[in-house]
């Protein structure tokens, strides 16, 4: 026999305020979370390796995942979430380790763009080349299906979280 509290969450939508109580979705956050834990715990230790913020990483991941598109100074504070001499403070600190230089804008005069420097590759190729070995036989025993989901699943959960962080800031 059920008791009435399950019946009644059972047959009752959840509010996204009150989260998915169903046992599948209680295992993807607590894994999202231990995930995100060991992930910043990672950067932490490889960022001290290499004297490296964890400010300092997501702005070279800001960088580095740029491709073709010119990532100025403004951009970086705006992804970042930091103030124009935060910004500067991590940019002077990346230029000193020898992780980016600032070069002219290529369209516009009165801007400047950040490259990442072949050391900086370098680093994040020894950084993030340990992880990725032992990602790969995860990765490896997913069918393509399987990894099109994950990816679909972490995408929207990422969007998720920024969305939630936004109301964080329009609640304030």
């Known amino acids: 026999m059920q008791d009435h509290n399950s019946t009644h969450a059972e047959a009752t939508p959840r509010s996204p305020a009150h989260g998915d109580r169903r046992p599948e979705a209680v295992r993807a956050v ?6 995100a834990t060991e992930s910043e715990m990672y950067l932490a230790a490889t960022g001290r390796d290499e004297a490296l913020h964890r400010t300092d990483l997501n702005g070279l991941r ?3 995942s740029a491709g073709d598109e010119p990532v100025t100074p403004r ?3 705006e992804a970042l979430q930091l103030s124009a001499p935060a910004t500067s403070a991590m940019l002077d600190r990346l230029e000193r380790l020898g992780h980016v230089t600032r070069r002219p804008h290529p369209h516009d005069r009165r801007s400047i763009v950040v490259v990442a420097t072949d050391h900086a590759h370098t680093v994040g190729a020894s950084m993030f080349g340990r992880v990725g070995a032992r ?9 393509a299906g399987e990894l099109a989901v994950i990816a679909q699943f972490l995408e929207d959960a990422s969007a998720a979280t920024g969305a939630a962080r936004a109301d964080i800031h329009t609640e304030s």
Not at 135 to 143: E, G, K, Y
């Open 30 to 35: 607590r894994a999202m979370a231990a995930f």
């Open 62 to 64: 800001v960088v580095m």
């Open 75 to 77: 951009r970086l504070s």
């Open 135 to 143: 990602m790969a036989p995860v990765l490896a025993s997913r069918s």
